[in-house]
């Protein structure tokens, strides 16, 4: 029903709605922002170079480790780390997905489990992880998957969940086989989930590489950042969590990219 | 009522027969090692493919830069890790055969119920001009001596050396808990000097560069370090008793205490080497403050007999007990005296 307000309203403004066209490198005008503000802290003295050295100066700590060859050492061990296990997460975290989605029974036995892994803080995991796989790479991949399996399980079931019940409807009406049902329209319906799950998880993999790499590690960012820790060089600290954010928003990037390409047929608020 | 009585007059019999089993049971072996500790030889063939899991990345690093590391007669897993907690932990998860750490883990591994054993043991010469700690003091807070304490907050951390360091200080003050807040914090990274200098404690032991670089930053606002005039030095390795009863690690944890000390001699014989292949090259530290943690640990010291050692340990032992209300242990137990003069011959032989 369209009220006499709602109607004046409709004819005073043409305002469009929607979002309106993008902005070009829109994603780093943020980023940017946080730097220039980081900048003129450090340049007029009211952030302490103690607790935030300047951005200059994390950027002398990063060229003198880069010309040493160990930030790019570290780089090379941890994204294989992180790549490991966000591929062995993803594996499981969609079948999970798909079974608990998919199957009531499936969602008796799945869901909970995944639902208390989500409760359960991975730090806190990791002695019994230790316990369980040993202090070697094998922990360290199992615990990196079981974190990155969490966004991808939610995001994806949730999304799968609610597909419009006039898609089932229609694919009963068209006389679609199930496997046919599942590639037509539970996948494509379950995707946009999916890639939610997956921005999330590309970030999971490498914060828990702090965590893994506490333990037993002779390499690796999060290594760098606990070894650092050991002498108080905050620089080298500060170093690796800019590492971190370069890779969170690079990872992020990239995922959406992939995302913008396989979700092309919709038409969104976004778009 | 009466039938009730009977059964369970009954079952009290059988469970005090039952109790008295296993007292006689367990009280035999028990009483045979308690008697002579040492009676059992450490037996000395390592049979080939026997394999340790060392966390001690110190002595790694120096068995590698002397090449001693090659003459090793067993394999070795290298795990990199090292200090009380981490250690327990590796040992509990059955993934570490032996460990690197000052006094304290092994007791409160015991306590924990964890049975080790010391196997080894290094000190330092002059251990009182050449401490591991210094008591760092927060910018702004008065502390000259040790009586100053009084009414301070203290970063405290039962299970590590730093907790045991704080109490002694405090004994050695002649002050009781209740005069001090101590304030429990893991020593673990940078966590004492960032504590210190945002004042969530006024004293906090700190080690090594970490006080060089503490008093650098924050020595302008007023922060200081005093000695706290207590030997801190002990350095263990130790090893849980399951390990040690099997003849293979045994022996080949002999071997490895054998090569421990030679390293801990090439290291303070070639302090350039060190300095550039371990605090420069894998530690990420500059050459400077490599030299001023070479100065700072001075000439180490491997007894050739424990009874000292031990002495100290049980008045640490007796100490902590009290303060933590844990039940006293018998120092001896701690350590395994097989591997007593393992170490000091090996550098009066070569």
Known sequence: MITPAVQARKTATRRRLALGRAIPFGALIGPAFLLVIWSIGSIAGLIDPRTLPAPWSVVGTAIDLLAEGKLQDHLMTSA????????????????????SGLSRLGEAIIDGPVQIKRAIPTLALIPLLMLWFGIGEGMKVTTIALAVLIPIYIQTHSSL????????????????????????????????????????????????????????ATSGIGYMIDLARNYGQTDIVIVGLVVYALLGLGCDGIVRLFQERSLSWRRTLAD | ???????????????????????????????????????????????????????????????????LINQLPFKVEWANISGGPQTIEAFRANALDVGSVADIPPIHATWTGLKVKIIAAKFRKEPVAHPIYQLGIAPGVEVKTLADLRGKRIAFSPGQAQGALVLRV?????????????????????????????KQVDVAPIWGVLVKHYLHQYGADGATTIPHGLRDDPAHLYAPQAVLDDPAKAAALGE????????????????KEWIAGYYV?????????????????????????????????QSTIDLLARELNRPRIKAEDLFDRRFETIAANALNAS
């Not at chain 1, 780390?81 to 079974?99: C, D, E, K, S, W």
């Not at chain 2, 009781?176 to 673990?188: A, G, H, Q, Y």
């Open chain 1, 80 to 99: 294989w780390r992180a790549a490991q296990g966000l591929a062995f997460g993803v594996l499981i975290g969609t079948t999970l997905a798909l079974i």
């Open chain 1, 161 to 216: 969940r609610s597909i419009d019940s006039r898609y089932v409807e229609l694919a009963q009406t068209l006389r679609m086989g199930y496997g046919e049902f599942i590639r037509e329209v539970i996948l494509p319906g379950a995707l946009p989930g999916f890639f939610l799950g997956l921005r999330l998880a590309v970030t999971y993999a490498w914060l828990s590489l702090v965590v893994v790499e506490q333990v037993n």
């Open chain 2, 1 to 67: 009522m009466l039938a009730v009585e009977r059964f369970s007059r009954r079952r009290f019999g059988a469970l005090v027969a039952a109790f008295a089993v296993t007292l006689v049971a367990f009280s035999a072996p028990f009483g045979a090692e308690a008697g002579s500790p040492d009676a059992g030889k450490l037996p000395s063939k390592i049979p080939e493919g026997t394999v340790l899991r060392i966390g001690d990345p110190e002595t790694q690093r120096a068995l590698e830069l002397s090449g």
């Open chain 2, 170 to 198: 405090l004994q050695a003050a002649g002050l009781k808990r209740e005069d001090v807040t101590l304030i429990e914090l893991p020593s673990k990274g940078d966590a004492y000097p960032v504590a210190l200098a945002s």
């Open chain 2, 256 to 271: 490895y205490v054998r090569y421990w000390a030679l390293a801990a001699r090439w290291v303070q014989e070639h302090p």
């Open chain 2, 281 to 313: 090259a894998t530690q990420g530290l500059n050459a400077e403050d490599g030299q001023y943690l070479v100065d700072a640990d001075g000439q180490f010291d491997i007894p050739p007999d424990w009874n000292d050692v031990i002495v100290r340990q």
